[in-house]
């Protein structure tokens, strides 16, 4: 990133985009979208258009924040309070459909014992050896959290 500020996502100025309908931020408004790095059409890398004369700028996203650690052997047990993948998409609630229709319903899968209370949080009801979650956003299905191993820590 060059550090030139992010343009708003609801204002066209100064450079004309396509980004301005809700669809593309399912569970924020496109004012509430402030001027944040997204990573929208699919875009690996999140991205913004700048305030500057270049049109836009990959995003310099530091690092997962560790708060919380998930053990590779217990994976399915992580319980913890991330709601957003490494790219920073929100995640989608484990009870919902929406965008994206799964077959992880049943609740002995989450560590609440009931998904309703698993809310958007990252889990691992796959058996796959780390938490992830489906996404709000619509071209990506699903995610890996942003958590690392404890044994990373040690």
């Not at 979208?33 to 995003?59: E, L, V």
């Not at 965008?99 to 949080?121: I, L, M, T």
């Amino acid at each position: 990133m060059d550090n030139i500020p992010c343009q708003r996502w609801d204002t066209s100025y100064p450079h004309v985009h396509k980004y301005t309908h809700s669809d593309y931020y399912p569970d924020e408004s496109v004012e509430e979208a402030g001027n944040f790095c997204r990573s929208t059409s699919g875009a690996q890398i999140p991205w913004c258009y700048t305030t500057g004369s270049k049109r836009w700028q990959y995003c310099d996203i530091e690092q997962c924040p560790y708060k919380y650690c998930y053990d590779t052997n217990l994976s399915e047990l992580y319980a913890g309070t991330v709601t957003k993948t490494q790219s920073g998409i929100k995640c989608q609630n484990w009870d919902s459909q929406y965008p994206h229709k799964h077959k992880y319903g049943k609740p002995e899968r989450f560590p609440e014992g009931d998904v309703s209370k698993a809310k958007n949080y990252c889990r691992e009801p796959s058996g796959h050896g780390k938490p992830w979650c489906y996404t709000t956003d619509h071209s990506k299905r699903w995610e890996l959290c942003c958590i690392n191993n404890c044994s990373d820590l040690e």
